[in-house]
């Protein structure tokens, strides 16, 4: 397994959208395993292929207190979503320590492959839903703060430019 490197905001590779994984072989278990690490280590509960560069559709979450329970989605796609929404509170480990409120369904079934290729149907509403639907907008080369106002779009992008040359020096 490897830590992989995660792409910061606002990266242009961030709105790439990504193509299906074509088949769920070895080169997409060890990246599984390698964006679970990832994940984890960097103190995350989702995480999309394309966020470490990879634009393929693949996302890892784990939303259990122990962070032991982790779900795999390859090719995810929602297939419903509650009439209901709620604005939530919302971070990215592309953006890090950037917070705000967006609003997301309060429920949402999804139908994907998990790690073996095995179709399944998941339910999901709470934290779950909320972070199955941030994960989906990475697929789509979405990033949560272009759910913000322009105002905060930019102040956002100015203090993560800077913190990036920061880094740098």
Not at 53 to 71: F, K, T
């Amino acid at each position: 397994m490897a830590l992989l490197p995660i792409l910061c905001y606002p990266d242009p590779k961030l709105h790439t959208v990504a193509k299906p994984v074509a088949e769920v072989d070895t080169r997409i278990r060890t990246l599984i395993s390698d964006m679970l690490e990832t994940m984890h280590e960097a103190k995350g509960i989702g995480l999309a292929a394309t966020q470490v560069d990879v634009h393929e559709r693949l996302i890892v979450m784990d939303v259990s207190e122990q962070h032991d329970d982790p779900l795999v989605l390859i090719n995810p796609k929602i297939v419903w979503s509650s009439a209901e929404t709620h604005l939530n509170e919302e971070g990215c480990l592309s953006v890090p320590g950037i917070y705000d409120g967006v609003e997301r369904f309060d429920a949402v079934k999804v139908e994907a492959q998990d790690s073996h290729g095995k179709l399944r149907l998941i339910e999901a509403d709470g934290l779950l839903s909320v972070c199955i639907q941030h994960e989906m907008d990475h697929l789509l080369g979405k990033v949560f703060v272009e759910y913000l106002s322009p105002l905060k779009r930019k102040r956002i992008k100015t203090k993560m430019l800077k913190a990036q040359r920061e880094a740098r020096n």
